[in-house]
């Protein structure tokens, strides 16, 4: 498994923007792809983004579209989800994970299996 630590979440107005980190430690060499999910209280988590290790491929949730952008580092150490135009329903608790086998650019990446999960990161944006 790997060490994930998101980072860069907190409170923002609606249109603003957020970056979050996602520092990833261990036998990365392993995995195939880090995607970023959410969870609203009360709602059931949600795949928002993935990014390929191999390839770069990236895909998002239709809802995000045009306003977030997943990235890595060369080294495939850090992650980040740069989201801008924020709305008020992108509130949750952001969470990155770490899957041997998913195919970011294909159906269906969030229900690959994911193996390692970071500790979450609070993402708020109300006026």
């Known amino acids: 498994q790997l060490t994930l630590v998101e980072s860069g979440g907190g409170l923002v107005q609606p249109g603003g923007s957020l970056r979050l980190d996602c520092d990833v430690s261990?036998?990365?060499?392993?995995?195939?792809?880090i995607a970023w999910f959410r969870q609203a209280l009360g709602k059931e988590r949600e795949g928002v983004s993935c990014?390929?290790?191999?390839?770069?491929?990236?895909n998002y949730v239709d809802s995000v579209k045009g306003r977030f952008a997943i990235s890595r580092n060369n080294a495939k150490t850090t992650v980040s989800l740069q989201m801008n135009v924020l709305k008020p329903e992108d509130t949750g608790m952001y969470y990155c994970?770490?899957?041997?086998?998913?195919?970011?650019?294909?159906?269906?990446?969030?229900?690959?299996?994911?193996?390692?999960w970071g500790q979450g990161t609070q993402v708020t944006v109300s006026s």
């Open positions: 994970a770490a899957s041997k086998v998913v195919l970011c650019a294909g159906q269906g990446w969030w229900g690959a299996p994911y193996d390692s």
């Open positions: 261990g036998a990365i060499s392993d995995y195939y792809g």
């Open positions: 990014v390929s290790y191999f390839n770069d491929e990236t």
